[in-house]
């Protein structure tokens, strides 16, 4: 039985007909920017975030980037994150023309290790920039206190972690800025491109509302240099109507990962090693992706292609192996536990409509390929 790495469509035809009458009314309304649900988006996104404010934006990229600029960041400044993310992360970084520094990751949960920190702070780092990855928070507490320690600013990558939590409290709620990304393939997702940043902070959800639009205030005076960041008015209210699903298909997704890690267990491929599952050490992992960790990463692909079961590879190449950073002099060999993660790691199928004989062709053509070499 093939299987999709994601089927979107299945969710469309779950809330079509509450999307469509919202669709229309924008239409009809021709109120397509800054309309009145891009506010309720804010509110609602806001609120779900556990943060006094939501910022809508053109997307998660944007969100990153807009919380650098309203913190002034750039030339000179050094950003801590991790390697083994979405270029979005690094990308956004060097553009403000800040310097990204990048340190290794915990091998088990693929997020910024956090003892890792501290040694590469210089007079000038400005921010750490963790990523809770494939849905699971980074191990905040520590990035917090040596952010509190040293000044510094923190700017959660919370764009595939939507509604996940560290010891109770949600993502993007914990650092200065929180980003999402409402990218289509997202927990929550839009159709087409948007994001948000969330904050507690009031003075700074004011900046970051000026440079979402152009530094404008009041309209036509500005006072800072902003940029066109704005979120459409369709993009929000589609978001707002599938945010009261989300809890839902987070819980499907949740459920989806114990049923893998139930069938992998049956199947014997975690005892003699082949295949590691995903490790759930925060308390509420959203399950953007299920990630297994494997040998002979790049035959199995193949094998499941031949299969027409979808999986995908997120990331094949770390952030300091990257062409464009060849400027900032790192080497192979620096940051061992992303390298070997972009060597091992292979995403399956796990959006919320996936079914029991899906989930077990999934994990049967995974074993088959491992018997066929022993
Ligand atoms: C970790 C991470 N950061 C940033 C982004 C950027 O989001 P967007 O695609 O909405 O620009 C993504 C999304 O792909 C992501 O996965």
Known sequence: MGVPLLDLRAQYERIRHEIEPVITEIVESQYFVMGPQVKECEAAVAKYSACAHGIGVSSGTDALLVSLMAEGIGPDDEVITTPYTFFATAGCIARVGARPVFVDIDPVTYNLDPELIESRITPRTKAIMPVHLYGQMADMDPVLKIAAKHGLVVIEDAAQAIGSEYKGRRAGSLGDYGCFSFFPSKNLGCFGDGGMVVTNDAARAERLMRLRNHGAKPKYHHGIIGGNFRLDTLQAAIVTTKLSHLDTWTAERQSNAVRYDRLFDRSGLLTNGVVSIPHVRESRHIFNQYVIRVSRRDELRDHLKSREI??????????????????????????????????????LPIFPELSDRQAESVVEAIAEFYSGLT
């Open 310 to 347: 979808g999986s995908e590879v997120y990331y094949p190449v770390p952030m300091h192996l990257q062409e464009c950073f060849a400027n900032l002099a790192y080497g192979r060999g620096d940051f061992p536990e992303a390298e070997r993660a972009a060597e091992e790691t292979l995403a």
